[in-house]
C-alpha cells in the first residue's frame, strides 16, 4: 500500500485541527507535493538547518515541524536568504514540510499533555480552555502522584527534559509541598493570572520574563497560598516531547507503511551556561 503526504497530513489534521490555529499563526503544508510518496516522516520542534540536514540524511521524504517557517509574510524567498535557503534545500532533496504550531498547542492531547506526561502528571482538564468545559486550549492542568517539595520538584522537571544550557529554574519557597500542577508549553506568561485562578501548587512553562515573574509572586490581592511557584525551562526543551506524541500519533494510524522518527537535534539556541568560577569576589550588582 502506497502512502502519500496528503495521508499523513490527514492523520496529522485529525489530531490537531487547523481550525485550532490562532488567526495570526502560519500552519500546515509549507513545500512538498500532496501527492508524493512518503515511508519516513522527521518530527522536530524547529525548521533549521539541523533538522533540515538530518532529514536528508535519514532519508525522510517529510519534516513535521512544531514551530513555522514562515510565520511573517515574505515577498521572497531566495536561496541566499537563510529561510530561502532551507525551502530551496527541501524542495531539491525531495522533502516536505508540515508545520503544526497552536493547533497542537490547544488540540487534546496536544503539546502540553505531552509536557505533562513527562513530568508524571495525570491531566485533569486544560489551563485556560476554549470554552468552559471543552477539553482543548492552552496549557493543562494536572496532580502529581505524590505531594513532595518544590525543590524536589524543579529536580524532577529537570531529569524529564532534554538537558539545555538554559537549564531549569525556580521561583519561591523551597520548601512548598507540591501536588497540584499546571504547565504549558513554550511561552507562558500570559497564562500566570489563569494559573492562579486554577489554585495550582507550581506553574511550568518556557521564557519567563523578570518582572512578570517577580511581579506574580509578589501579588497582595490574593492569599501567597494561592500564588504558585514558577518552574521556567526552556522553550524548546518543553516542546520536544510533543515531537514524540505526533510520531505515535502517526505511527499508530500508519503502522505498517511509514516509519516516524523523532529528531535528536537540540535546537534550542542557547548554548552556553556560565557560573562564576570564584564566588567569593566581592563583586556586587552594578
Known amino acids: 500500500m502506497t502512502t502519500r503526504i496528503r495521508d499523513v497530513l490527514d492523520v496529522l489534521e485529525a489530531a490537531y485541527p487547523p481550525s485550532y490555529a490562532e488567526s495570526w499563526d502560519a500552519v500546515g503544508l509549507v513545500c512538498g507535493d500532496p501527492d508524493a510518496t512518503v515511508d519516513r516522516v522527521l518530527c522536530c520542534v524547529d525548521p533549521v538547518e ?3 540536514d538530518a532529514a536528508v540524511e535519514q532519508g525522510a521524504q517529510l519534516l513535521v515541524s512544531h514551530h513555522p517557517l514562515l510565520l511573517r509574510g515574505v515577498h521572497a524567498l531566495p ?7 532551507l525551502l530551496h534545500r527541501l524542495i531539491r532533496a525531495g522533502i516536505g ?13 496536544g ?42 520538584f524543579v529536580h524532577r522537571v529537570a531529569d524529564a527534559l532534554p538537558v539545555t544550557s538554559w537549564g531549569v529554574r525556580g521561583a519561591g519557597d523551597p520548601h512548598r509541598t507540591v501536588r497540584r500542577v499546571a504547565v504549558c508549553g513554550g511561552s507562558g506568561d500570559s497564562n ?23 511581579e506574580h509572586l509578589s501579588r497582595a490581592d490574593v492569599p501567597d497560598t494561592r500564588v504558585p511557584n514558577l518552574v521556567d525551562v526552556a522553550h ?12 505515535d500519533v502517526l505511527g499508530a494510524a500508519l503502522p505498517d507503511t511509514v516509519e516516524v522518527l523523532v529528531s535528536a537535534c537540540r535546537t534550542d539556541p542557547w548554548t552556553v551556561h556560565a557560573h562564576a568560577t570564584d564566588t567569593d569576589t566581592g563583586r556586587k550588582p552594578e
Open 50 to 52: 539541523e533538522t533540515v
Open 79 to 85: 536561496a541566499d536568504d537563510p529561510k530561502g535557503r
Open 97 to 109: 514540510l508540515y508545520c503544526a504550531h497552536t493547533n497542537a498547542d490547544t488540540a487534546s492531547p
Open 111 to 152: 503539546v502540553s499533555d505531552a509536557l505533562a506526561a513527562r513530568l508524571g502528571l495525570t491531566v485533569t482538564g486544560p489551563l485556560s480552555p476554549h470554552r468552559e468545559g471543552a477539553e482543548t486550549g492552552l496549557g493543562r492542568l494536572g496532580t502529581l502522584p505524590e505531594p513532595e517539595p518544590f525543590e524536589r
Open 192 to 214: 500566570l493570572d489563569a494559573a492562579v485562578e486554577a489554585g495550582v501548587d507550581a506553574y511550568v512553562t518556557a521564557d519567563l520574563r523578570h518582572h512578570p515573574a517577580a
Open 236 to 247: 524548546w526543551a518543553s516542546e520536544w516531547p510533543w515531537c514524540e506524541q505526533a510520531a
